[in-house]
């Protein structure tokens, strides 16, 4: 994560946790003329005053009729203002379908799904159609569990991929099966499922299927950015800090930036002292 680039933009890092309702869509990532989870996330988002200039990363990549509990959507931005009123209208509009959940701030211009350390998927198939019995389930538990080449659970675009190999591992309780593993795909998921249910490679339905979370590595957790309100400098408005103190955000009025900072930066090589990292922004 690179502070000199921060210094040289206005903008940051936004990280949703949405819940969707993948019945309500067509597909997840944007298509013309089709209601989509990232088409509709931008469209209302820039109705109500947040934008971007680039595209909508996402934590976990869903086929059409996929849910998510707690799938993640990454953007730069330069919005300054609080998104609490804005995140509270969205949701009153949207709540059928999508839901904001929580928004961390953090850096900008991230490959956003290097940073993510696993995904767990949910497959809820109902009890009356599971026919296999429960030994032979285990046992498929066991064959499928592990770090291997996946590719005789994908289809021809996964097929095409460089990286075949995946750590996946899955568990079946309460009727219903879990998967934990890094870079899987939910295709492989489904089709993964109707093995273990049935001991044939098919593609189970997908609105059985929902995203339960997404879980980031421990160096983006650590460059989140919070509020700090106890903290108290002479001059600043309010302080950010990352969640491992690396970097503190000052912000400041525009007309006392100059003697804020100091004649050749004196004042705020003071700080810098203390402080480590800093960073200055007018508000």
């Known amino acids: 994560m690179n502070l000199r680039g921060i210094e040289k933009t206005s903008k940051w890092g936004y990280i949703f946790t949405i819940f969707y309702n993948g019945t309500k869509f067509h597909s997840f990532d944007e298509m013309a003329g089709k209601v989509t989870v990232k088409g509709e996330f ?10 971007w200039a680039k595209g909508i990363q996402q934590g976990g990549r869903t086929d059409a009729k996929v849910s998510a509990e707690r799938n993640m959507l990454y953007v730069s931005s330069n919005f300054q ?18 839901f904001v959940r929580k928004v961390d701030k953090t850096f900008p211009n991230l490959s956003f799904p290097e940073y993510v350390e696993e995904r767990e998927y ?14 032979l389930i285990e046992a498929a538990l066991l064959e499928v569990s592990g770090t291997y080449d996946v590719s005789r659970f994908t289809d021809k675009k996964g097929i095409e991929l460089k990286e075949h190999e995946r750590r996946v591992e899955v568990t079946f309780e309460k009727n219903i099966l879990k998967f934990v593993g890094n870079s899987f795909m939910p295709k492989q998921v489904r089709n993964m499922a109707g093995y273990i249910l049935s001991g044939e490679i098919e593609t189970y339905p997908g609105k059985y299927l929902s995203l339960d ?35 503190y955000i000052l912000y400041v009025n525009s007309e006392n930036k100059g003697k804020f900072i100091g004649k050749n930066a004196t004042e705020i090589k003071k700080l810098r002292k203390e402080y480590g990292n800093i960073l200055v922004r007018e508000i």
Do not use: A, H, Q
């Not at 995140?87 to 009153?92: A, G, H, L, S, T």
């Not at 957790?221 to 700090?228: P, S, T």
């Open 213 to 247: 979370k997404v879980t980031l590595k421990e160096e983006l957790l650590n460059k989140l950015i919070f509020e700090d309100k106890e903290l108290k400098i002479n001059g600043v408005e309010k302080i950010e800090k990352t969640k491992d103190n690396s970097l």
């Open 81 to 98: 203002g609080d998104l609490t009123d804005i995140i509270f209208k969205f949701n009153e509009k949207m709540k059928e379908s999508i």
């Open 42 to 51: 931008r469209k209302e988002m820039n109705s109500l005053g947040f934008s």
């Open 122 to 135: 949910l497959y809820k198939y109902p009890k009356k159609r599971i026919k296999r019995d429960i030994n």
